[in-house]
């Protein structure tokens, strides 16, 4: 079994407990690859070199970071290094033999960079050109499986790779739906809320199993916000052949286990029509 767990980069998220379930993980044999975000921390990054974070919202309502080179740099020193080692000392604090990687270490997330985003200010769509972001069309599988093979775990991060070479942000839950696509594994979501709720105020509204077309149409329209990404990146990651997706609380207790045996919500493959 190969699981990979997506730690949400969010202020509200503890990566504590996720750090010691995937230790257990590990130990019982089971195949972790550990992919992580890190908004809060490039954010912060950002602000204490006075440079104001700046997001852009698209004509389809998705809200994402527009990456300008000054900001690309503070981007992979937060990202690459302060966050993905942070993550990787914590696993080997842990007994874990993590190995950190961003998407540009041996070709790892490679795929077109997009210069110029359209995007949705004022009420008006227009074209903002600059951009240093990429959408990820291959995963180096073989890399994570020789690492994987030889008993480490690997703690992936963005930037990932763009075709010209050239290191770009990427989404980090589009991250890790590609790395679980590729793998055919189970991909854990750990955000700092329990799944996917139909009423975003109410815990008790949580959608616990989507497994059908007319489920998954139920899903999409509940999700909201930063969770419209979360579920996309279900989307990409079923289609492309991961076993199956759980959004779930990073903040419980052994967050991934639970996930795994039936905390969060629930996607599975025969909730996506393969001819979308």
């Known amino acids: 079994m190969t699981v990979v767990v997506k730690i949400g980069g969010a202020r509200a998220v503890d990566p504590g407990g996720a750090l010691a379930d995937v230790a257990a993980l590990c130990a019982d044999g089971t195949d972790v690859v550990v992919v992580h975000g890190g908004s809060t921390a490039v954010d912060d990054a950002l602000e204490r070199m006075g440079i104001e974070p700046d997001y852009v919202e698209t004509p389809g309502g998705v809200v994402g970071r527009f990456t300008d080179a000054e900001t690309m740099d503070v981007f992979t020193m937060a990202m690459a290094g302060r966050v993905n080692t942070g993550l990787v000392a914590g696993l080997r604090a842990e007994g874990v033999d993590a190995v950190g990687l961003s998407g540009v270490d041996g070709g790892l997330l490679t795929g077109p960079r997009k210069s110029a985003v359209r995007v949705l200010e004022d009420g008006k769509k227009k074209i903002r050109r600059g951009d240093h972001s990429g959408t990820i069309e291959a995963v180096n599988g073989g890399l994570l499986g020789t690492l994987l093979e030889a008993g ?10 763009a075709d010209e070479g050239t290191p770009v942000n990427t989404d980090a ?12 594994a189970t991909l854990v979501s ?28 139920d899903l999409t329209e509940a999700a909201e916000g930063f969770m419209s990404r979360k579920v996309m990146a279900a989307t990409e990651a079923l289609e492309g052949g991961a076993s199956g997706v759980v959004i779930a609380d990073a903040n419980v207790e052994e967050p991934v286990r639970s996930a795994l045996e039936g905390e969060g919500t629930h996607v599975l493959p025969d909730a996506i029509e393969r001819d979308r």
Request: a negative charge; proline letters at 10%; aromatic letters at 6%.
């Open 190 to 217: 750990l955000t700092d809320v329990s799944g996917v709720y139909r009423d975003p105020e109410d815990a008790s509204t949580r959608i616990e199993r989507v497994d059908t077309p007319a489920a998954y149409e």
């Open 152 to 161: 480490y775990a690997p703690v992936v991060s963005p930037p990932m790779l």
């Open 173 to 184: 839950d589009r991250a890790a739906a590609a790395v679980a696509a590729e793998l055919g």
